[in-house]
């Protein structure tokens, strides 16, 4: 997997000319008959800054430039000298799940689930806080560089990656959706966003999510986006409510999955569409003790709907629902 050198050489930079500011003060201070001693002292704050860009920073810059995806926290609790495991083991976790959930957007036009072999491979941590880097798995026996699923994996990180930056920049929805046009990879991704985002009580002021440069949507992604509360807030409320480009329709498929925390569930099966084809659905609070019922259920589905680039329905904003019958396969409840 190829990627550039861009952090670290930033950082080799800042250390070359620190380094020549220690030795240009050292001469100076020879000049003027200082001791090792003072002049040790004299430098002692160039020693500190050079100290962290070794300890941290050149870390850190390996891992921004190696990486698919870096995704860091920073707080009380994230201290990397003394940062509880569990911290460290949730951010991986959350890390994996949300990007499953962007892949699992993406990859349901094709009917595919993600298989174990296509999960994202562990790169590294920096310290400097905890941060943590994930790569698309390399091209290998059976996985090949234009596989669909490996392409969707890179896709999820990526989208990620946009989303949290124009969500930090305090872009409105159709500035998001000019570079993440599938409407359903984009709400998957808002919600990643909202998710990996501070919530106030973990002891993590800031989520910072970066990675080695790439192009999405024809813009280049690379630089780093700081997520705090605020944009846990932004990101939920963008994917609330429908754009006004969407359609009003009806549809009739079958609940195969549904997520009870995020209120969202994938139609399948659905009448007069490829069965490949799956719509990404948004229900309101309303339906959130009743929702349960719809597993293993054909359900028609009503409300307002955004379609692809390929004119398919790919996101609808569910206003009512009404049970069909059963279906015959075991539903699945994620978690």
């Known amino acids: 997997m190829t990627h550039n050198d861009a952090w670290s050489s930033e950082v080799q930079h800042r250390i070359k000319t620190i380094l020549a500011a220690i030795e240009g003060s050292k001469e100076w201070g020879r000049m003027m008959g200082m001791s090792e001693t003072q002049l040790s002292s004299f430098t002692a704050e160039y020693d500190q800054m050079l100290e962290e860009l070794y300890t941290n920073d050149l870390q850190l810059a390996h891992l921004l430039d190696d990486a698919d995806l870096v995704i860091g926290a920073k707080g009380p609790s994230a201290d990397m000298k003394g940062a509880p495991l569990s911290l460290v083991a949730n951010l991986i ?166 997520d009870l925390d995020s209120r969202r569930f994938e139609l399948r099966r659905i009448s007069g569409l490829d069965e490949s084809i799956s719509i990404r659905c948004v229900y ?23 379609r692809d680039s390929e004119g398919f329905p790919r996101l609808m904003h569910v206003e009512t629902v009404r049970i069909e019958k059963a279906a015959h396969k075991q539903p699945k409840l994620l978690n």
Do not use: C
């Not at 560089?145 to 929805?173: C, G």
């Open 93 to 258: 976790d959350m890390t994996r799940r949300e990007v499953n959930s962007v892949v699992r957007a993406i990859s349901s036009a094709r009917g595919r689930r993600m298989p174990k072999a296509y999960e994202p491979a562990f790169v590294g941590l920096a310290r400097g806080s905890i941060y943590i880097g994930v790569n698309a798995p390399e091209s290998s026996e059976g996985i090949f560089p234009d596989d669909p699923m490996l392409k969707a994996v890179k896709t999820a990180m990526q989208s990620i990656k946009v989303v949290s930056r124009l969500v930090a920049q305090e872009s409105d929805i159709d500035a998001i959706a000019a570079v993440v046009p599938d409407p359903a990879v984009r709400d998957a991704a808002l919600k990643a966003v909202q998710n990996l985002s501070p919530n106030g009580r973990s002891g993590v002021d800031q989520v910072i999510i970066g990675g080695s440069a790439t192009e999405i949507g024809g813009a280049v992604n690379d630089g780093t986006a700081v997520l705090t509360k605020n944009s846990r807030t932004s990101a939920r409320d963008m994917s609330k409510k429908p754009r006004k480009e969407s359609e009003n329709g009806e549809f009739r498929g079958e609940v195969r999955e549904i």
């Open 284 to 306: 309101p609070e309303k339906f959130a003790k009743t929702a349960h019922k719809w597993l293993d259920q054909f359900i028609t589905v009503s409300g307002v709907y955004e």
